[in-house]
């Protein structure tokens, strides 16, 4: 199964297509939150989440495990910073980051796929972005976050992949991230093949 880039409310359409985040920032309590609502989810539905983070270098990993209790559910976290990690650890073609680049559909795809390669996990979570203040391409601009979900189905993989397009400094653009990729999780259908 497979999604494509929604609006959420306090989202704008950009003129050109682009899913466009309002500058709304999430606290951190609104975040932990979050994160206890997608552990509980996993814990109710016994599955195990993996993480493979390049933009949030962590904070994912970093906001689940903060829940207490997050050892029943939470396997393990991958910062795959460079194209390399992403390579050696993830799996990420290096013919998949020529053509399309570490900030992209394919490559975050790629990046879910090597977290759920982990023994027991069935459940990943990925993002790969430009939280700037440099790195940005006029195709490619600081902001420019592509997140994937993705669970095991029996013999499946249901896949979500989204794109979007952050305002705001370095920090804003992360939290967003960490925000985005939370709702994205609790969007599969963890009932579905669960164990």
């Known amino acids: 199964m497979q999604s494509e880039g929604y609006l959420k409310s306090g989202e704008v359409d950009d003129p050109e297509g682009l899913r466009v985040a309002s500058p709304v920032m ?19 539905a016994g599955r195990r989440l993996a993480t493979a983070e390049s933009c949030t270098a962590g904070w994912i990993a970093k906001a689940l495990t903060d829940v207490p209790g ?13 194209d390399a990690a992403k390579m050696r650890d993830l799996g990420v073609a290096g013919a998949t980051l020529a053509q399309f680049g570490a900030v992209s ?53 249901e896949v979500i992949a989204e794109l979007r397009h952050f305002p705001g400094d ?10 985005d990729a939370l709702e994205l999780l609790l969007r599969l259908d963890l009932w579905a093949g669960a164990p």
């Open 26 to 44: 999430t606290t951190d309590p609104e975040l932990y939150a979050l994160a206890a609502r997608a552990g509980a989810v996993l814990h109710a």
């Open 70 to 82: 997050s050892s029943q559910w939470f396997e393990c976290g991958y910062v795959t910073y460079s």
């Open 105 to 157: 559909e394919q490559t975050a795809r790629e990046m879910a796929a090597g977290a759920l390669r982990v023994p027991g996990v069935s459940v990943a979570l990925a993002v790969t972005g430009i939280a700037g203040p440099d790195g940005g391409t006029p195709s490619k601009p600081v902001g420019t976050v592509w997140l994937c979900a993705a669970a095991r189905h029996g013999g499946g993989i």
């Open 170 to 179: 370095r920090a804003a653009v992360r939290r967003r991230s960490v925000q």
